[in-house]
């Protein structure tokens, strides 16, 4: 099969199941147990659908293919996963924290919901991302130890040693002087653990072997280090029409990035060594690989 053809359709399989777990609803006030009241709803689905790359979840689901899974196990978890990344896109937004107008090519949430309902629209998204990984698990009893490990992985490298933790030490480092080792913590937990996190749970799914989980450890890692410094440059000399957000703020709010430490120059070079060094990481999974090998030429070479 062509690449794209099937780019598009792990990416279709990712907005069926999001529609499936997350259908518009009407009534403001449901009178039915488990209903999202109407406009929580609209507020969720608001950024939930606003056309993001859905790299995490392709991810999850070419890595349970790569290791020869059950991909339509690996469908809500995948989906759970792009509301936990969608959740954390919203409160990055927030006046508190970066203070956008704009992400995915429109207005943030709380421009249009206001900062009350965008932070219950986070919220509501991470809840109900575990509620959807819980349901899923209970409903394979055949591989219930696969889905648990795999909630707990995402859990992981989203929660206050993973994604949080690296969030909390970027606002805490705003004007600091320059420091590698704590820019390098930055990036491993705030970008790259959401993007090892789709290939553990899809290797806890799929019941990978330790030299599999080894070596999708690493390549999610490379990518996400990788992804960091590439946004980092975006946001100096990327197109903010392309990026659908506005550039040149991490200058403006004093950030740690890898441009501001090391140049332009230098970050392009890391970038480069770390994308080859994710390549060469997937040699174990040979031929299967092939998907992801080109996936990575994608996300490398991408403008927003
Ligand atoms: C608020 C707990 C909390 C965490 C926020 C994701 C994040 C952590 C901050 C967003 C800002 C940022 C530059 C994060 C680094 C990760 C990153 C590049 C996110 C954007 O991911 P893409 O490019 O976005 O996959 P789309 O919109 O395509 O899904």
Redesign the pocket.
């Known amino acids: 099969m062509e690449y794209r053809e099937q780019y598009d359709r792990y990416v279709s399989a990712v907005e069926e199941t999001i529609e499936r777990l997350l259908p518009q609803t009407e009534r403001e006030c449901p009178d039915v147990d488990g209903m999202i009241p109407a406009h929580l709803c609209k507020t969720m689905r608001y950024s939930l659908l606003?056309?993001?790359?859905?790299?995490?979840p392709v991810l999850l689901l070419a890595a349970c293919d790569m290791l020869g899974g059950d991909i339509e196990q690996a469908k809500v978890p995948a989906a759970a996963l792009?509301m936990i990344?969608?959740?954390?896109?919203?409160?990055?937004?927030?006046p508190g924290?970066?203070d956008d107008d704009y992400?995915?090519g429109r207005l943030t949430n709380h421009k249009v919901y206001g900062v009350g309902h965008a932070i219950l629209a986070?919220d509501g998204l991470l809840n109900y991302a575990y509620e959807c990984l819980l349901q899923n698990a209970m409903g394979h009893e055949e591989n219930l130890k696969g889905h648990v490990l795999a909630a707990k992985a995402i859990a992981g490298r989203?929660g206050v040693s993973g994604?949080?933790a690296?969030?909390?030490l970027?606002l805490l480092s705003e004007h600091m002087p320059p420091d590698l080792n704590r820019l390098a913590y930055i990036?491993a937990h705030?970008?790259a653990d959401?993007?090892t996190a789709p290939l553990l749970a899809a290797g806890c799914i799929a019941g990978a072997d330790d030299a599999q989980f080894k070596a999708l450890s690493k390549f999610g890692m490379c990518v996400?280090l990788a992804?960091?410094i590439?946004?980092?440059l975006l946001?100096v000399e990327g197109d903010a029409q392309l990026m659908?957000k506005r550039t040149g703020m991490d200058a403006q709010r004093g950030k740690m990035t890898w441009p501001a430490l090391m140049g332009v120059e230098a970050s392009r070079a890391k970038s480069r060594a770390l994308w080859s060094e994710a390549e060469a990481s997937l040699s174990c999974f040979g031929e299967r690989a092939w998907f992801m090998h080109a996936f990575a030429g994608q996300l490398r070479e991408?403008k927003?």
Do not use: C, P, W
């Open positions: 606003a056309g993001g790359k859905r790299v995490r792009e990344h969608t959740y954390s896109l919203i409160h990055d937004d927030l924290m970066d992400r995915r986070g989203a994604m949080i690296g969030q909390s970027d990036h705030k970008t959401l993007l996400g992804f960091q590439d946004d980092d946001d659908g991408r927003n």
